[in-house]
């Protein structure tokens, strides 16, 4: 039902964004089962998860309606430089998301892990939830570009504090199943 809603509200920002909005959706409807079924080794719900990894891109969405909606005020596409749009999308979305998060009542809990799930920076208090999601958006990208899960990497760069031994088995039951 939250899928459908979400995809319900998806902006049209016109034919030059459109493959990235379709694109973003898709991301975030294969990473969400995929974060219901790591997140037991995580020690979060799993529906719980699923929600959150869901909604973990939706500033990128956010984004995509602010340009639809200049759109339409302009009566014109948006002529804008890719390298500007994946550089706003890169820096925007996670501060978007959870700030979209909490102004729909998702509460401080999902927007925070909207906000921070690349985990670029040190996280202040740990977050399993955030963890969670972060590991299930490198599954997704990692089986989408049929690369090899370099989950060391993902715990190094993603500052993960939940032992590594204590995932890997279901990321890899997960993976398989998936594949």
Partial sequence: VLASMVEGMLCRPGVAFDAMVKLTWEHMV???PLARGIAPAFGVVPDEAFTVALLHDVGKLVLFDRIGTLRTELRRDLVLSPTLVARMLRTLHEPLGGAAALRWGLGKGAAEVIAVHHRRAEPLVPS????CVHVAERLD???VRRQELDLATWWTEGRLRTPLETVAPQVARVA???A
């Fill in 128 to 131: 399993p939830h955030a963890e």
């Fill in 176 to 178: 398989a199943l998936r």
């Fill in 30 to 32: 294969r990473t969400a």
């Fill in 141 to 143: 990208l990692a089986l």
